[in-house]
């Protein structure tokens, strides 16, 4: 008889490596600005590629707020290695 746990980690459907790679720069924009984030996917009309807009509710002083988008997009090649020029970051100051 298989166990419940296998069973479960068998009919989980694995995720793309799109989704996970969205999933870790939410997690790690989250928790670098301490505020909620969004996700969406824009193209601009001259050029022919798409690219996630990250938006993030984010509070703080202006030298606060530009140090951690310093920190996001030096260490955003980290967390989504090959596909960082993908990735767009929009603060929405509270």
Do not use: C
Not at 6 to 13: A, D
């Amino acid at each position: 008889m298989p166990s419940t746990r296998s069973t479960q980690t068998r009919n989980k459907p694995r995720l793309s490596k799109r989704t996970r790679g969205l999933r870790a720069v939410k997690d790690f924009t989250r928790k670098l600005f301490k505020g909620p984030v969004t996700v969406r996917q824009e193209s601009d009309p001259e050029f022919p590629s798409k690219y996630f807009v990250v938006s993030v509710k984010a509070r703080g002083s202006l030298k606060e707020l530009l140090a951690l988008n310093h920190q996001w997009h030096r260490d955003l090649g980290e967390i989504a290695r090959e596909s960082a020029d993908q990735y767009r970051l929009s603060l929405d100051l509270q």
